[in-house]
């Protein structure tokens, strides 16, 4: 459905772009040959804060730092099949972004080819040159602000993309009128048609930004980090809706995203990517089971994953089973008793406490301290809890020595379920 191949993206970040201040005068300073000595011109810019915990990578200048030139896309080739929810996973500024702009035709690569279907939308080096402008793609795209007109009413908001239509392409009222509605009914926002969209909530904004790109029908859907700015249990819900929404109106998708959780549970595929490079492509469950570098083993281990298996309820939560003990969670993702399920638990959603459990709350797991680093603004420990070994990640106020009896309390709000049968 979606081709994409040897895709090569550089920028020059000599020109200002994202670079400011000292990097950029560094930058400079190595464009004219001067103070070269290659330690990653990228170092500020887009990277730097990578939530994942695994660190900001920086695509580096080429090694003689000759020019500050960025990779950002460096030989990137996939195969998106019809209907698939398709994710590029990877730290930041590892060139996903830029990928995705580019299927759009919001950035022009340097070289390569995209194709949706018999329509080539980008070929450049391969014996002809062609580059469809944006809106003649018939793309949807989604971002990560949810880029919806705030003077504008909720049914003026999806109206717009197909009003906005040349006057021989524009349907006629009652039609785009009928358009509209179908699919703010989908995405349940029917009731607030005649709302100003400033006054929906986040999570009903974001719906809107999605009803917006689908109004048009488009052959190919871009979701570029579109959960990222919701609090963590909006996305969690959302993540399912949008996975079912997918699902129903089976739209190929490719999505963008640095939450390893999140592209474990949306997708069909996942394409993890470094330095503008592909690392692997496979889905979640190999991606998970069998990652094919000490990358994509370390960038998917930053959560701890725990091969677990729902037992039953107890009031609005579930209970399962897991290596590490047994475990109460609140989750939205349809779950039976018998599923199996990975169990993430992030390091920061863990709380240490001196001793053995109480037997007071659930949750609570004997263990023992293994390691503990201290991170300036954090402290991350190792614990053995029964066989597994946990990360936690406490603030630094938080003492313990390897060799203490803690328990390990995990907060039933934070845990994420990601189906596995
Ligand atoms: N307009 C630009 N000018 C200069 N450098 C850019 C520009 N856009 C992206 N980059 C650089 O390209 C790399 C990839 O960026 P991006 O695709 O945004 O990454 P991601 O979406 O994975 O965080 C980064 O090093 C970033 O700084
Ligand atoms: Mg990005």
């Given amino acids: 459905m979606l081709v994409i191949e040897d895709l090569v993206k550089t920028f020059n970040t000599d020109k200002g772009g994202r670079l400011r ?14 103070g070269a000595n290659g330690t990653g011109a990228n170092g500020t810019g887009a990277s730097g804060t990578g939530a994942s915990g695994t660190g900001a990578n920086g695509t580096g200048a080429n090694a003689n730092g000759a020019a500050a030139r960025v990779r950002a896309v460096d030989g990137v080739s996939i195969e998106v099949r019809e209907g698939e929810l398709f994710s590029f996973l990877g730290p930041s500024g590892c060139g996903k972004t830029t990928t995705l702009r580019s299927v759009a035709g919001l950035e022009r690569p340097d070289s390569g080819e995209i194709r949706v279907g018999d329509t080539t939308l980008f070929s450049k080096g391969k014996g002809r040159s062609l580059n469809i402008p944006v809106n003649r793609r018939g793309l949807g795209m989604v971002f990560q602000s949810y880029a919806i007109w705030p003077h ?3 049914f003026d908001n999806v109206a717009f993309p197909l009003q906005v239509a040349s006057r021989n392409q524009r ?15 989908v995405m349940e926002l029917a009731d607030f ?13 974001q719906r809107l930004a999605l009803a917006r790109a689908l109004v ?4 190919l859907l871009l979701l570029d980090e579109p959960l990222s700015n919701l609090d963590a249990k909006l996305r969690e819900s959302l993540r399912f809706e949008l996975k079912r929404l997918q699902q129903d109106i ?17 997708s069909s595929r996942i394409a993890v990517m470094k330095d503008g490079q592909l690392m692997q492509v496979g ?11 000490k990358f994509v083993a370390e960038f998917i281990g930053t959560s701890n994953f725990l091969d677990g298996r729902i037992v039953g309820r107890a009031g609005e939560q579930w209970r399962l089973d897991t290596p590490a003990g047994p475990l109460q969670v ?12 990975l169990v993430a638990i992030r390091p920061e959603c863990v709380t240490l406490r001196a001793g053995a459990p109480t037997g007071r709350e659930p949750n609570e797991w004997a263990g023992e301290v293994v390691t503990r680093g201290f991170l300036g603004d954090s402290v991350d420990f190792v614990v053995r809890v029964a066989d597994e070994e946990l990360r936690v990640r406490s603030n630094p106020t938080v003492i313990f020595d390897a060799h203490d009896e803690v328990t390990a309390v995990v907060d039933p709000e934070r845990v994420s379920l990601v189906p596995m049968s």
């Fill in 21 to 34: 201040g000292a990097a950029r005068t560094r930058d400079r300073a190595r464009a004219k040959g001067t």
């Fill in 152 to 154: 504008m009413k909720v």
């Fill in 171 to 185: 349907p006629p009222r009652n039609v785009i009128r009928d358009k509209v509605m179908s699919v703010l009914q």
């Fill in 193 to 205: 048609a005649d709302r100003q969209a400033t006054k929906l909530s986040g999570g009903q904004q």
């Fill in 216 to 219: 048009t029908e488009p052959a």
């Fill in 250 to 266: 089976g739209i190929t998708s490719i999505y963008v995203t640095h939450d390893q959780i999140e592209a474990l549970a949306l």
């Fill in 283 to 293: 889905t979640p469950l190999e991606i998970y089971q069998r990652p094919a570098n």
């Fill in 330 to 341: 609140s989750t939205g993702v349809p779950v039976r008793v018998g599923d199996p399920v």
